[in-house]
T-cell receptor, first 114, second 109 residues
Framework: SQTIHQWPATLVQPVGSPLSLECTVE??????LYWYRQAAGRGLQLLFY??????ISSEVPQNLSASRPQDRQFILSSKKLLLSDSGFYLC?????????????FGPGTRLLVL | KNEVEQSPQNLTAQEGEFITINCSYS?????LHWLQQHPGGGIVSLFM???GKKKHGRLIATINIQEKHSSLHITASHPRDSAVYIC???????????FGEGTQLTVNP
């Protein structure tokens, strides 16, 4: 069966510090991978998605970047965090058989920038 | 105006009540998802619909493509159903999901 992991679960970082959030998927190959952010009291916002190694699409201009160094690894990064980067970050994966694929979400990382 | 709108934003019910959460969207879609987010933040996909109706246990989801509307029903609600319920649509163009703001459901014993 497929599982998706995110690390860390919770993170408190000072403004201006770097960020690296990791997402890994097990039990499937060549998944589509997604990074979402959920700000407090708001809906989910798609940040990046990837259809393959090294292929990243950015949905919204951000202080963030994403990379996919391996097939089942998706990393969200920032060189300098802003206060507005605080939120709940969710990674998700889906199959690639068609556009109707269900997305499966990881447990999330709660980020607080102080 | 958001492309996906949910109502109500907040809903409080007594255990055993029948609950309905609504989702309306303004774009052409290939599929609609209902997601459940628990207080810890984890999200679970409940249903994926492209037409008609689906049922799983006490949960029922319906969609009317012509009216661009979907409903999530919970029969015999229970406190463990307390969560945020999120509607998301996959537009016919592109692969991304567009999310509603969510409905916070609280079921009191």
């Amino acid at each position: 069966s497929q599982t998706i992991h995110q690390w860390p679960a919770t993170l408190v970082q000072p403004v201006g510090s770097p960020l690296s959030l990791e997402c890994t998927v097990e039990g499937t190959s060549n998944p589509n991978l997604y990074w979402y952010r959920q700000a407090a009291g708001r809906g989910l916002q798609l940040l990046f998605y990837s259809v393959g190694i090294g292929q990243i699409s950015s949905e919204v201009p951000q202080n963030l970047s994403a990379s996919r160094p391996q097939d089942r690894q998706f990393i969200l990064s920032s060189k300098k965090l802003l206060l507005s980067d605080s939120g709940f970050y969710l990674c998700a994966w889906s199959g690639t058989r068609g556009i109707k694929e269900t997305q499966y979400f990881g447990p999330g990382t709660r980020l607080l920038v102080l | 105006k958001n492309e996906v709108e949910q109502s109500p934003q907040n809903l409080t019910a007594q255990e055993g009540e029948f609950i309905t959460i609504n989702c309306s969207y303004s774009v052409g879609i290939s599929a609609l998802h209902w997601l459940q987010q628990h207080p810890g933040g984890g999200i679970v996909s409940l249903f994926m619909l492209s037409s008609g109706k689906k049922k799983h246990g006490r949960l029922i989801a319906t969609i009317n493509i012509q009216e661009k509307h979907s409903s999530l029903h919970i029969t015999a609600s229970h406190p463990r159903d307390s969560a945020v319920y999120i509607c998301a649509v996959k537009e016919t163009s592109g692969s991304r999901l567009t999310f509603g703001e969510g409905t916070q459901l609280t079921v009191n014993p």
